[in-house]
């Protein structure tokens, strides 16, 4: 699973993922959604190769590109938000899919299969994954940083408050 996941991520590279998806997400990309965006763009990646590391170094080239000459969100360098973003987005692409290499050797150690071991994370990573994104477009936005970190960590202590067991 892991060597079809550096395969996928290969060939990824030498079509070109990262930099089509920015070209045809060219109108998309405003500063205020950039953050947001390439979370989505660097998970998708991630689900599609199952492969994070490439995920980030197909999509860091090309958001850092739009990110250049774009004005500081909230006194935070834009560089590093995007930094934060991508990196987010592809990490949590790999708690989503079973073909992952993080899936493939926790499910190998704790002796589980990989489909099992993403099922028991699922709903977790969702709301994780909702609250990040819901970080990253309150940041994009311009909202206050101590509500960008707020809100979504509220969102998921109320939904682990009324959905857990």
């Known amino acids: 699973v892991i060597l079809l996941a550096t395969g996928l991520s290969r060939v990824s590279q030498d079509l070109g993922t ?7 997400g060219t109108r998309f990309f405003t500063p205020a959604l950039l953050p947001c965006l390439s979370f989505f763009i660097a998970l998708a990646i ?10 980030m170094a197909i999509v860091m080239p090309v958001v850092y590109r ?7 969100y909230n006194g935070a360098n834009p560089i590093a938000v995007i930094s934060a973003a991508v990196i987010t987005g592809a990490v949590a692409g790999e708690h989503l899919i079973p073909y992952s290499e993080k899936a493939v050797m926790t499910a190998a150690a704790c ?5 099992y071991h ?3 994370q699922i709903l977790q990573s969702i709301a994780a994954v909702c609250a990040a994104a819901l970080g990253f477009l309150l940041l994009g936005i311009g909202w206050p ?21």
């Open 18 to 24: 990262g930099t089509y998806l920015a070209a045809a």
């Open 46 to 55: 991630t689900i599609s190769t199952g492969f994070s590391w490439s995920s």
């Open 66 to 72: 739009l990110a250049v000459d774009l004005p500081a």
């Open 111 to 115: 002796g589980i299969p990989p489909v």
């Open 118 to 120: 993403t099922r028991t």
């Open 145 to 165: 940083l101590l509500l960008c970190y707020g809100l979504p960590a509220l969102l998921l202590f109320l939904s682990h408050h009324f959905l857990a067991r």
